[in-house]
């Protein structure tokens, strides 16, 4: 079952703008992990953090957690054509070992 | 260069055709797993590995089988394919729950099975 659900499920922006999308899930995890897919092509892992943390930078992106919750949101600062991708949350439960990943959020990115 | 490597990339084969798609990775890991991709439902886990030998089920696993000889290897297996499982496939690995690098992808097999 999917543990992480995004939102919005698509989202449109100007070069330059931010973007935010969120992820909320059902149960007590170890970490969540975001993770950029350009059109067909494999996954590629943008950042992690922990369940104990509550806010990571990496470059333009900003990532925080709120256990409380149970919600993420990542965000993209001054946005650039090449961010134009599908971006998934996923995340590893505290009892288990399994990466689930949610539905994706469709970020384009306008010139 | 460290990497996932799937393949084939593509595939196309007739209902009740035994196939294998290979993974491999080079980086030592220890945690192994596949997922397929279908429209609106994003990526869901067939199996995974923990190690050598060691092997579960993830959210769907029926129609497939896996196996974990070595540690580089995790093959995905389908023994009679049907038409729904149709599907793009990825291939990822990683140094298991506690790292901090998430996981690495292969770059995708996407099968047709009519």
């Known amino acids: 079952s999917q543990q992480g659900e995004e939102d919005p499920q698509a989202l449109s922006i100007q070069e330059g703008e931010n973007a935010t999308m969120n992820c909320s899930y059902k149960t007590s995890i170890n970490n969540l992990q975001w993770y950029r897919q350009n059109s067909g092509r494999g996954l590629v892992h943008l950042i992690l953090i922990r369940s104990n943390e509550r806010e990571k930078h990496s470059g333009r992106l900003r990532v925080t957690l709120d256990t409380s919750k149970k919600s993420s949101s990542l965000l993209i600062t001054a946005s650039r054509a090449a961010d134009t991708a599908s971006y998934f949350c996923a995340t590893v439960p505290s009892n288990d070992y399994k990466l689930s990943f949610g539905a994706g959020t469709t970020v384009t990115v306008r010139a | 260069e460290a990497q996932v490597t799937q393949n084939p990339r593509y595939l196309i084969t007739v209902t009740g055709k035994k196939l294998t798609v290979t993974c491999s990775q080079n980086m030592n890991h220890e945690y192994m797993s596949w997922y397929r991709q279908d429209p609106g439902l994003g990526l869901r886990q067939i199996y995974y590995s923990m190690n050598v030998e060691v092997t579960d089920k993830g959210d769907v696993p029926e129609g497939y089988k896996v196996s974990r000889k070595e540690k580089r290897n995790f093959p995905l297996i389908l023994e009679s394919p049907s038409p729904n499982q149709t599907s793009l496939y990825f291939c990822?690995?990683?140094?298991?729950?506690?790292?901090?690098?998430?996981?690495?992808f292969g770059s995708g097999t996407r099968l047709t099975v009519v």
């Open positions: 990822a690995s990683g140094t298991g729950v506690m790292t901090n690098y998430g996981y690495t």
